[in-house]
């Protein structure tokens, strides 16, 4: 079997399919932050989504590569989006591509690599460590499942297991108290709710899941 590979057009597809899941939960996320927040993630993350579906055709075919299509899509997130999640995200898929720059087609050892910069991206904009109840809390157990196993034969079941463990991270959010964003000021009156970050960031990175199963 030859190796898997993924171009330019997986990842409009993947931001294109992000914009539709973002409309789906739009009540959902928002009722998340509601409980611990401020009622805004799906009404924030829409905005995004919108502003990157809007200009996605005229994006494809100006980019010259993977990563310039990230990243002008991160520059829309993080330029519309007023609260915390437009810049997190932002960075995120703006530094997604720092390391294929010129690339056309990349591979899932790539493709890992590119999880990790953009979580990374994350957690120094950011600051939040493993635990105070953020998206990183998703993101950073299943990155380091992505890493061990990049070389396994089948990326698509890597990946299906990296997903999950980032959907168990998020159930993990459930009983923790925030140490960073507005659900900080809620002390222990957190507890018992799941971080909305943490539930939209699986949620995305399943995209590219089952865009995978489509390759
Ligand atoms: P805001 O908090 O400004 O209203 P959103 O509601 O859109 O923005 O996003 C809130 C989410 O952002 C939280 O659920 C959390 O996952 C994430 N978040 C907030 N602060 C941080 C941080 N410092 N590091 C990582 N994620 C964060
Ligand atoms: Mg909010």
């Known amino acids: 079997m030859s190796e898997m590979t993924f171009d330019k057009q997986f990842f409009g597809r993947s931001l294109a399919s992000m914009a539709e899941l973002t409309e789906k ?5 928002t009722k998340l932050d509601s409980d611990i927040g401020d009622g805004d993630h799906g ?5 995004g989504f919108r502003a990157v579906s809007a200009k996605l055709e005229e994006n494809l075919e100006n980019a010259e590569d993977i990563t310039s299509l990230l990243k002008k899509s991160g520059m829309l997130l ?11 995200y932002g960075s995120f898929f703006i530094k997604m591509g720092k390391d294929i720059t010129g690339q056309t087609e990349i591979t899932f050892s790539d493709f890992v690599g590119m999880i990790k910069n953009g979580v990374e991206a ?13 998206m990183l809390d998703a993101l950073l157990p299943g990155l380091e ?3 061990a196993h990049q070389t396994d034969s089948n990326p698509v079941v890597v990946l299906e297991e990296a997903v999950a463990i980032m959907r168990q991270g998020a159930e993990s959010t459930i009983p923790l108290i925030a140490k960073k964003g507005r659900a900080m000021r809620l002390g222990e009156r957190a507890i018992g709710h799941k971080d909305p970050g943490s539930e939209s ?11 995978m199963k489509t390759v």
Do not use: C, H
């Open 145 to 147: 499942y992505l890493e």
């Open 122 to 134: 994350i957690q120094f904009r950011g600051k939040a460590e493993l635990g105070d109840k953020t």
């Open 201 to 211: 960031s699986w949620m995305l990175i399943n995209v590219f899941l089952e865009e």
């Open 78 to 88: 993080l330029s519309k989006v007023g609260g915390a999640s437009g810049p997190l």
């Open 43 to 47: 009404i924030n993350m829409s905005i």
């Open 25 to 29: 939960n739009r009540d959902y996320w």
